[in-house]
């Protein structure tokens, strides 16, 4: 079905006009009543209410879109006035949608009228000024036009091409116009036998179209459904659909395209059932309405030479004759569109389609290539920090390991024995009590026998390994000894020469260093419930103590334990 593309964004509806008085009512309002009538009898009035409104307001942006609003419906000379009047008032826009704008426009009213040569000219202008002015949704209009002439041509797979591109592009199009697209999507898809691809979009259209309660797009996606069927042979089915889009096409609109093709359709399902009047009569509905309106669309060789076999069959030479002669008129306006189509749109489309994209392929090359160059250059830094890093690790692994075996080498020679329930003793303790004076190692606040009896009290605390007990803190402690916080801070800050936390800490990791050089089976322990053993809440803050007081990782003293024990 050949649906005019590069127009799929105007349509017309059938509504009861508006009470109000238009000059009263917004240009916004205003253009949107216009474009729900586009077509029919208000849509004239309200346009000419529009261009009325602006010139009094001496407007000329809105001055300009009342001259587009008016050129749609009119005949091919008056809707050219309106256009040029539009290219008078616009010359000197800043807008960077003009020139584009009225080329592209001119451009679907040729098509619209069947001048395809004429189409194309103006279609290629309006994509030269897009690309000149960086217009982005214009140069999607145009790549959009254009593929309905690829269509007329027979490049059906080229058209799905771009429109399958566009139809999912919110960039640019908006979604009213994405449903257009998707409707003239399904259509391309049918030519090139993609069915399941077009059903799902026709479906779509009809689920869409039923909810927003949109009858020109419903029967619009009815009349595919019926090709679809068609197309599959499924007569019976297509005939059912198109009988009500003929309905509908002949009540309620002129558009010629939806009405020829509805025909058309309706006629060949009607001859592959066999009932050759009934196709017969469905394609003489066709040759009066192409000498009404004098639309020509290639599908027309096959409804005339069906009318001329038909009369041959019958013997009516003078019909066989008759339509011989439409048929020959047809086939020449036909073969020349085609052939100047053929020629041109290659030469003026295609090839500085495809030169522009040898030229952004070259430019991406040369933009690869500097990205080559700047990512191995970076490549070849970070792997020289990398050796620099490694080296560096492995020096200072060489230094962990030295740690751990002397750290591994004062366990073994402090061993002193084991107690009789098997768990090792304490082999690195804290720092002994020192003998001098306590006068002169404590403030004056803390008595001798006070500072005497809170330092026993931390040599039982050591040596029962009560410093593995979860949650252990300064308060908790000086309670339990019966002193308070401060004296306890003190004590431990002078005699220990440390702050509690790391009292605590060196008290647990001593035990921790000593246990895991002793005790295979507490080694082989996962991490976290070594970590729980010694009192710590989690094994990161178990591994940070362990290197902060040792100067190893954990991970190294507990691989060079296994080393040692192997030699």
Known sequence: MLLVIGNVFFHAQTNNAEKNIP???SYDKLEKEFYSHVGDVNSKSIAESYLKKAKSEKNTIQ????????HFGETLPIALKYLDSLQQITRNSKENIYPARIYLLKGNLYFRNDNLQAALNNYILGLKYAKEKGNKRQIAMAHISIASLNNYIGKHAETAKVLRHYAYDTDYMNEDEQKSLKLNLADAYIEINKMDSAYTLIQEGLLDSRKNKNLYRYYQNLGLLGSYHL????????INALLECEK??????NDKRDQNYTLLYLGKSYAGLQEK?????????IDSLVLKTNYIYPELRDVYTYLIDHYKENNDIEKQLYYVDRFLKVDQVLYTQFRYISRELPRRYDTPELQQEKED??????KRKSLFYIVLSLLLISHLLFINVYFKYKK?????????QDLIQSVNENRVGRKSDGEIKKEISSEPLLTENTEDKTSRTISEDIARNILHELEIFESKDQFLNKGITLGSLAKKIKTNSKYLSEIINTYKG????????DLRIDYAISRLANDKKFRSYKIPFIAEELGYNNEQAFTLAFKKRTGTPLSIYLKEIENMSVD
């Not at 197309?231 to 297509?238: E, G, T």
């Open 23 to 25: 000059e009263k009512r």
């Open 63 to 70: 001055i300009a879109e009342g001259y587009v609003m008016l």
């Open 231 to 238: 197309h599959l042979k499924n007569y019976q089915k297509a």
């Open 248 to 253: 509908y096409f002949f009540t309620n609109t």
């Open 277 to 285: 009047e009934k196709a017969a009569g469905f394609f003489h509905r």
């Open 361 to 366: 392929i070259t430019n991406e090359l040369t």
């Open 396 to 404: 200072s692994e060489k230094n962990y390991k030295k740690i751990a």
């Open 498 to 505: 440390k702050n509690f936390a790391t009292y605590l800490n």
